[in-house]
């Protein structure tokens, strides 16, 4: 009988041990290595494991929002200025401006998973190549939930009915994933004849 993972919280994506073994296969088929980044070095399962734990810890953080949008409504923009308006207090109207954008976006600290996996890239808990990586394995375990070679993780969490818990059980199901059938876990050990 299939394992089924789901996240704690309710949600659509039903993840099965059938799914992440036909995600390795599409992962083996891969026309460059799933496990080597844009670095040329190879990363552990271990290591991109840890880059989507801490995604889904930095999600219920901050908040997850489906798409990013920009947060000032077109009406706040700045004033427009005329030849009489001195440099001075031009740029004293720029800086204010940039203080309380910032601001805004600080008080709307909600993040899309793909900035989330790029925030965590600068981290203790990641770096580009384990960023990368952690993305091509989303598309994978996508690919295999979806039964579509062409799928791919970004469009995929952006639908309109996504939710924070189909976010969540993925990005679990890509730690277990790469914990599972990345390099230096049990399964990606070659087997003696």
Known sequence: MPQTLTAATASSVVITTEMHEKAAQLARDAYRPLWTGNSGEQ???EAVARHLDATI???DKDGW???WSWPTPPDTMLPATDDETSVRDMVRTLLDYVREEDSATARNSQRTVITALGYIGGTEHGDPDTRDIAQDVLNVLVQALTDNTDARFAPWAERLHRTHA???ALLTAGARFARTYGPGSPASEPTAA
Do not use: A, F, M, N
Request: hydrophobic letters at 25%.
């Open 166 to 168: 189909d976010i969540t």
């Open 43 to 45: 990363s552990t399962g």
């Open 57 to 59: 810890t930095l999600l």
């Open 65 to 67: 929002t489906r798409t």
